[in-house]
């Protein structure tokens, strides 16, 4: 079957031929309907080196958001029908600590004892015509389109981790929530809040085609300039926001957020540049958060996967054939894409 290696640090993946793969107990094999190409797998090939250790280390086929059909089952496992499509819940922890336990294996207590981080992640992923998961990693989709639903088991867990974990603070009226990085996850994000909450959306981004996307879920937009800060404290009537969201993670994204939080909000940087910021008790905002969140539970991906069904998310998604896949990844690193690349190799 075909397959997208990455094969060394710092080396752009290959498409190659490699044996379809069989489930071994408590497993499953699933023909692959989408996969989603993420920035972190850029990063995987791209940045990342021998300091990251072991378990993200080469050989494997890469591919984290990953959709598809049951194929075939392994010993033990029961209760699954052939042909039934599911989304694939990728972090793989221990199973047995008190995190995993409630389903939050990116939390895994005994995650430095473990051979690989996840699906795709230093374990073959879903970048191939087939794929090996644990059966406990399936989220059914019904009948609702698997291929475009790929993307969600990341880039659409993450984001609702995330506003899940800040809705004490957009709980009631008159509450508003700042989106911030009109990304694959940012845009996804603001549909989330405006599904589950009630607060005034704002999101800012430097790209006008990316506001006006966001624009048809309901947000309220502002463009990065001189004025950005003045004119976000404007629209939530000089308080600033109750829950920020930063979906880039950079050092200026971080800034903002926090001259722009509320006194007592909450600021979630869940995008992954890195950037240091720094604090000072003076200059935050009194009791106000500032944290980070990493993907989020399988329960979590039940509930954007009953979102999703509802029409509800509708992420933007285009489609490659696996032949293309190269191509794809490519794309996403250059920056020319301006949706979520799906690698479809049953087309």
Known sequence: ?????????????TLEDIPRPEPGPGEVLLKVAGSGA??????????????????????????HEVSGWIEELGSGVTGFEKGAAHLVYGPIGCGHCRVCARGQDTLCENEATLP????????DGGMA??????????????DADPIDAAPLSDAGLTPYHAIKLSLPRLQGGGKTALVIGLG????????????????????????????????????????????QVARIRELTGGKGADAVFDFVGATPTIELAQKTVAVGGRISVVGIAGGPVSWSFFTNPYEAELTNTYWGTIEELHEVADLYRDGKIVPAVQRYPIDQALEAYQALSDGTLSARAV?????
């Open 184 to 227: 694959g996850l940012g845009q996804v994000g603001v549909q989330i809040l405006a599904a589950i909450t009630g607060a005034k959306i704002i999101a800012t981004d430097t790209k006008p085609e990316a506001m006006a996307a966001a624009e048809q879920f309901g947000a309220v937009t502002v463009p990065g300039g001189e004025d």
């Open 343 to 347: 690698i479809v190799p049953h087309p």
């Open 129 to 142: 015509e087939y794929v090996v998961v644990p059966a406990r990693n399936l989220v059914p989709l019904g």
């Open 38 to 63: 993420c920035h972190s797998d850029v990063a995987i090939f791209e940045d990342f080196d021998e300091s990251m250790g072991d378990q993200l280390g080469p050989t494997y086929t890469l591919g």
């Open 1 to 13: 079957m075909k397959a997208v290696r990455f094969t060394d640090w710092k080396t752009f993946p």
């Open 116 to 123: 690989y981080k996840g699906i795709g992640l230093g374990r």
